[in-house]
């Protein structure tokens, strides 16, 4: 991670304004896709948990609990996990409404996605720069 944090603010003293400005915008992509997902209930939590990002700390799921031959037992167990199920289905939702919002999540998770966001930064900002000033939009040559 120094490694990334040593090329990005190079990056920005190369590029200056137009660094901040490609990071900005990825920023404001990531933000505005979380917020969208966010409220049509898709669960960033697991997709996180996919792609190895930390995100909120599971509480214990694999509670031992003793096996016996009665099948009221094992439909309660059953029952019991549907709802663990749906309640982890839910907890995107759930963190929406208790931390203030969609929105408020969505820029958490995008605290989160910063790992990610940098190399994104780092591997489109020269492109654009060089885009920007051969249409002269900037007067630096790169």
């Known amino acids: 991670m120094s490694s990334f944090t040593g090329r990005f603010k190079e990056l920005m003293k190369k590029y ?21 997902a966010i409220r049509n209930n898709v669960d960033v939590e697991s997709i996180f948990d996919r792609v190895g990002v930390g995100g909120v700390p ?5 509670t031992s609990s003793s096996s016996s031959s009665s099948s009221s037992d094992e439909t309660y167990h059953s029952e019991e996990d549907e709802n663990k199920q749906e309640k982890r289905r839910n907890r995107t939702a759930e963190l929406a409404a208790s ?20 190399p994104i930064t780092i591997a489109i900002t020269p492109p654009i720069a060089r885009f920007l000033a051969r249409r ?7």
């Open 16 to 36: 200056g304004k137009v660094g901040l400005g490609v990071h900005l915008s990825v920023s404001a992509a990531s933000i505005t896709g979380l917020y969208v």
């Open 58 to 62: 599971h509480e214990n799921k694999g």
């Open 99 to 118: 931390s203030g919002g969609a929105l408020a999540l969505a820029v958490l998770c995008n605290k989160a996605l910063f790992p990610i966001r940098v």
């Open 136 to 142: 002269r939009i900037i007067n630096n040559r790169v």
